[in-house]
């Protein structure tokens, strides 16, 4: 049974960090692309960041420089560091394995 479990959210001022985490079970991790999408009351969700098995990064334009998204193949987890946060980023962050697979999404609250 694959899951994929993120935790770290929470609510914090605008400028400050926080790390995404996202434990996965049931799938090769090593093996798969991982991705955080987040989705803003009313919007549709969007890709944040994404990384392949080799470390190879790709970031959303508004994200890049204050985001960092690592894995730990060891782990089986991945990251989403999060510096310089803003009130724009506010939305339920979703870990994916881009094939079909997410969590069950964590908040982000960022205050002015």
């Known amino acids: 049974q694959v899951q994929l479990v993120e935790s770290g959210g929470g609510l914090v001022q605008a400028g400050e960090s926080l790390r995404l985490s996202c434990a996965a079970s049931g799938i090769i991790f090593s093996f798969n692309v991982m991705g955080w999408y987040r989705q803003a009351p009313g919007k549709q969700r969007e890709f944040v960041a994404s990384i392949t098995s080799g470390g190879f990064t790709n970031y959303l334009d508004s994200v890049k420089g204050r985001f960092t998204i690592s894995r730990d193949n060891a782990k089986n987890t991945v990251y989403l560091q999060m510096n310089g946060l803003k009130p724009d980023d506010t939305a339920a962050y979703y870990c994916?394995?881009?094939?079909?697979?997410w969590g069950q999404g964590t908040q982000v609250t960022v205050s002015s």
């Open positions: 994916t394995n881009l094939a079909g697979r």
